[in-house]
């Protein structure tokens, strides 16, 4: 009986190694797949970062075409007209803004009524001004934040 016992041992310890060796490589392979799974989502990473320096790097290169284009304009103007043209988004909003507080003003006093001045300032003319003032308080601001 011992000897069977012993056989039955001795036959059966025979297979440990390779049974060992079979969920260290698992095991390995397991960790291997993780390995290749981060690297992956590193690459995934790193080519949207380059994605976003390409486009700031284009964004730059554009800002300065335009501001190289715009100079060589200013120089062949007149004095006149150069002020002009760095007038206008300017006055547009100082108009705009005299609308809004004369609109206020005449629904305040009682010269028009709230369904006139829904008329007139509505979502249309509200995303316009909403617009205007984004652009001088909040474009680049916005910009960079969506950006990042």
């Known amino acids: 009986m011992l000897s069977l016992l012993g056989s039955l041992l001795g036959f059966g310890t025979s297979f440990l190694p390779s049974l ?3 969920f260290q490589d698992r095991q390995a392979k397991a960790h291997e ?4 799974e981060q690297q992956r989502e ?3 990473a ?3 970062l380059q994605i976003k320096h390409v486009n700031v790097e284009a964004d730059i290169a554009e800002t300065a075409a335009l501001l190289k284009h715009d100079s060589g304009l200013n120089r062949r103007a007149s004095q006149w ?3 002009l043209a760095a007038s206008v988004r300017p006055v547009i909003t100082y ?3 005299i609308e809004f507080a ?9 010269m028009i009524d709230n369904d006139m ?6 979502n249309e003319f509200q995303a316009i001004w909403a617009a205007v003032v984004s652009f001088w308080f909040g474009a680049r601001t916005m910009a960079r934040r969506q950006q990042t």
Do not use: D, P
């Open 81 to 83: 007209c150069v002020n």
């Open 46 to 48: 790193l080519g949207e």
């Open 33 to 36: 797949l993780a390995m290749m």
């Open 20 to 22: 060992m060796s079979y």
């Open 117 to 122: 001045y829904r008329m007139i300032w509505n």
């Open 42 to 44: 590193q690459q995934i």
């Open 95 to 97: 108009l705009l803004f």
């Open 102 to 110: 004369t609109l206020t003003f005449m629904v305040a006093f009682g």
